[in-house]
């Protein structure tokens, strides 16, 4: 992966004069197209490849995005890149995209989490639950965050 990206931040240096540090992130959608000729329907995958040129104070510097459809550089773009060649672009994004794809998915499994421990706390805090006692009846609901084992004392007889 850091061979595709070093080839990536190649193509845009030079716009980004005095950079210190590039932020990318990835992200994949899809679309849904209908070929007119065939009339074939088609399920394209995106993933957009977005760069973040910084300085030394955080300030961005330049900004811009790489799309790559179903694996390809779409061809209107072809001629956007100056200083790599898209093809061999393709070729690196090809060798990386199992880690580009686990990357996106370990982000959409992060939000998704925080999002589900959202709605619980949410749920707990209106007393929203599936149960025989109505919610009206629960009174206060109070949790608990740690929960301290108490020992139990041996009992003997003698």
């Given at each position: 992966m850091n061979q595709f990206?070093?080839?990536?931040?190649q193509e845009y240096k030079e716009k980004a004069k005095g950079f210190v540090a590039v932020e990318i992130k990835f992200l994949h959608s899809f679309n849904i197209k209908n070929d007119s000729k065939s009339g074939?329907?088609?399920?394209?995958?995106?993933?957009?490849?977005?760069?973040?040129?910084?300085d030394k104070d955080l300030n961005p510097l330049f900004t811009t995005s790489v799309v790559f459809e179903n694996s390809l550089i779409?061809?209107?773009?072809?001629?956007?890149?100056?200083?790599i060649n898209y093809k061999e672009l393709e070729n690196r994004f090809n060798l990386a995209k199992n880690e580009i794809c686990r990357q996106i998915l370990n982000d959409y499994v992060?939000?998704?989490?925080?999002?589900?421990?959202?709605i619980s706390?949410?749920?707990?805090?209106?007393?929203?639950?599936?149960?025989?006692?109505p919610s009206?009846?629960?009174g206060e609901n109070i949790s608990i965050i740690k929960?301290?084992?108490i020992q139990k004392k041996n009992n003997f007889d003698m």
């Amino acid at each position: 992966m850091n061979q595709f990206k070093d080839y990536l931040i190649q193509e845009y240096k030079e716009k980004a004069k005095g950079f210190v540090a590039v932020e990318i992130k990835f992200l994949h959608s899809f679309n849904i197209k209908n070929d007119s000729k065939s009339g074939i329907i088609r399920k394209n995958n995106i993933i957009k490849t977005s760069l973040k040129f910084v300085d030394k104070d955080l300030n961005p510097l330049f900004t811009t995005s790489v799309v790559f459809e179903n694996s390809l550089i779409p061809k209107r773009l072809h001629k956007s890149f100056i200083n790599i060649n898209y093809k061999e672009l393709e070729n690196r994004f090809n060798l990386a995209k199992n880690e580009i794809c686990r990357q996106i998915l370990n982000d959409y499994v992060e939000k998704k989490n925080d999002l589900d421990e959202k709605i619980s706390n949410l749920k707990s805090y209106n007393n929203v639950s599936v149960g025989v006692i109505p919610s009206e009846f629960k009174g206060e609901n109070i949790s608990i965050i740690k929960q301290y084992e108490i020992q139990k004392k041996n009992n003997f007889d003698m």
